[in-house]
């Protein structure tokens, strides 16, 4: 079993920047290939950005590419999304989640593990 537990969300304006971070205890970290994925109200859950086992291969989505970055440190723990000018529309519950694979998936059914998600809100 594995427990994801974000932190980092918060309110910013746009143009501004947050880093989110997901820590994960119960199995060795870097067993797992990490995701981030979130929610907008009223919209269906969507794939932000994931990175392999280990730590050498990335994929993003087209809406955050060049403005996100997703890194890991297996020897720390946290895997981590670097958000750089954040939009409105960035606005969502963000979610990170881990899977039993080599390489992250842009599918929610590519994971296995899920944590509580944090609110990233981004003002106008």
């Known amino acids: 079993q594995v427990q994801l537990v974000e932190s980092g969300g918060g309110l910013v304006q746009a143009g501004g920047s947050l880093r989110l971070s997901c820590a994960a205890s119960?199995?060795?970290?870097?067993?797992?290939?990490m995701g981030w994925f979130r929610q907008a109200p009223g919209k269906e859950r969507e794939f932000v950005a994931a990175i392999s086992r280990s730590g050498g291969s990335a994929v993003y989505a087209d809406s955050v590419k060049g403005r996100f970055t997703i890194a890991r440190d297996n020897a720390k723990n946290p895997v981590y999304l670097q958000m750089n000018s954040l939009r409105p529309k960035d606005t969502a519950v963000y979610y990170c989640?881990?899977?039993?694979?080599?390489?992250?998936?842009?599918?929610?059914?590519?994971?296995?593990?899920w944590g509580q998600g944090t609110q990233v809100t981004v003002s106008s």
């Open positions: 119960g199995r060795t970290f870097s067993s797992y290939a």
């Open positions: 989640a881990a899977a039993r694979s080599a390489y992250g998936s842009s599918r929610e059914a590519g994971y296995d593990y």
